[in-house]
């Protein structure tokens, strides 16, 4: 009898596993939208860096995921970002993807990676070309989303398969590298799901 309820138990988590990435790739995927949609703004392309820091601004308020937005030059410096230009622990633009984007054309996304900011919180990026009305390269449009702010995901996800908050969760890399993971509880009932 035991056995079989491990079994049971494991299909359950293979289940719930499967539906939380395919909504983690959805969530991804919509962001990957995102940045393709800030970089073609007429006001990221062409305006003034206070224009511009407004509308990162109006982004942010609108899409809860992003904790960065910003903006570059051709060159690769930060000319507009959703902190004050002097923030202590703003993110800092990762230039072998810049270099990448402008090379490339392409959106690009940075795997989880801890960012500069007194939590060292982990957060995924996103980073897509802006040109002029010409064709030229003006720089990247880039943003990074916190693995925190998907955490709701996991938590979500776990609700609706089993109606309560019955399981313990582990987010990692293809390499094996703990990227997130559940609080631990006492109440938990079943084993860590792992994801990737």
Same mark, same amino acid.
């Given at each position: 009898?035991?056995?079989?309820? %491990?079994?049971?138990? =494991? ?5 719930? *596993? $499967? /539906?939380? #990435? ?78 990448? %984007?402008?090379?490339? =054309? ?5 795997? *989880? $990676? /801890?960012? #500069? ?80």
């Amino acid at each position: 009898r035991s056995a079989l309820l %491990v079994a049971e138990r =494991g299909s359950e988590l293979a289940v719930n *596993a $499967a /539906a939380v #990435a395919e909504t983690l790739d959805r969530v991804l995927f919509e962001r990957y939208g995102d940045i393709q949609l800030f970089a073609n703004d007429g006001v990221i392309r062409e305006g003034a860096p206070e224009k511009k820091r407004e509308r990162l601004q109006h982004y942010s308020r609108l899409y809860w995921y992003y904790s960065w937005l910003g903006i570059t030059d051709a060159g690769g410096t930060i000319i507009a970002s959703t902190d004050a230009p002097s923030s202590p622990g703003a993110p800092a633009i990762n230039l072998d993807t810049f270099e990448a %984007v402008r090379r490339s =054309g392409t959106i690009h996304f940075e795997p *989880a $990676a /801890a960012f #500069a900011t007194s939590q060292q919180q982990k957060a995924v990026g996103f980073m897509a070309p802006i040109y002029g009305a010409r064709g030229e390269f003006r720089g990247v449009m880039a943003s990074l989303v916190p693995i925190d702010n998907l955490r709701s995901i996991f938590e979500q996800e776990g609700r609706l398969r089993y109606g309560q908050d019955t399981y313990d969760w582990l987010l990692l890399t293809r390499d094996g590298v703990l990227v997130a993971e559940k609080q631990a509880s006492t109440d938990s009932a079943s084993g860590p799901a792992i994801l990737d």
